[in-house]
């Protein structure tokens, strides 16, 4: 697998990887009916922002993340990332070396930590990659987010320092 980054001509192969896991509405604020242009645009185009894939040996797009100053000034020296893996590329380590890279990137670029700010709790298989890679919870807001199926759940706010080595 390579990380790399993203390309305008990838965007054929991101929007679909982004459309399934918006629809399902599962761990992401967007709309579910968020159109393409919508999404493009807030995946690609934030002020500050570097967008990445991770692709196998063919080329395929298995996954992205994005990153960007997870405030504007005076907090601009935390960064932010979103990440979204291809369901058929589910289990195969690809979030976790997007995260690595990611959290390598951002101490690369000079971001003194990484806070994310809504990880839903449902969505346990990234909460249990962030407390692997030394990010804690730093609050839970309480049925912060209305999950299609789990009703009103709460949403974490994660942080990790970037003065240590990803684990």
Not at 42 to 62: C, Q, T
Not at 81 to 101: D, Q
Request: net charge negative; charged share 20%; aromatic share 8%.
């Amino acid at each position: 697998m390579l990380i790399r980054e993203a390309h305008a001509e990838d965007w054929a192969e991101l929007w679909p990887i982004l459309w399934e896991i918006v629809a399902a509405g599962e761990t992401y604020c967007w709309p579910t009916d968020t159109t393409e242009e919508a999404a493009r645009a807030w995946w690609l185009e934030k002020p500050g922002g570097r967008v990445f894939v991770a692709v196998d040996d063919s080329g395929i797009v298995l996954g992205t993340a994005e990153m960007h100053p997870n405030q504007p000034a005076a907090g601009s020296h935390v960064a932010n990332a979103g990440f979204m893996v291809a369901s058929s590329a589910a289990g195969r380590g690809v979030g976790r070396a997007l995260a690595e890279f990611i959290l390598d990137r951002a101490a690369r670029d000079g971001y003194r930590a990484m806070q994310f700010n809504a990880v839903v709790e449902t969505n346990t298989a990234a909460v249990g990659l962030w407390l692997s890679l030394g990010f804690d919870i730093v609050a839970t807001v309480p049925e912060a987010f209305d999950h299609p199926t789990a009703g009103l759940v709460g949403m974490h706010i994660m942080h990790r320092m970037l003065d240590r080595p990803v684990e």
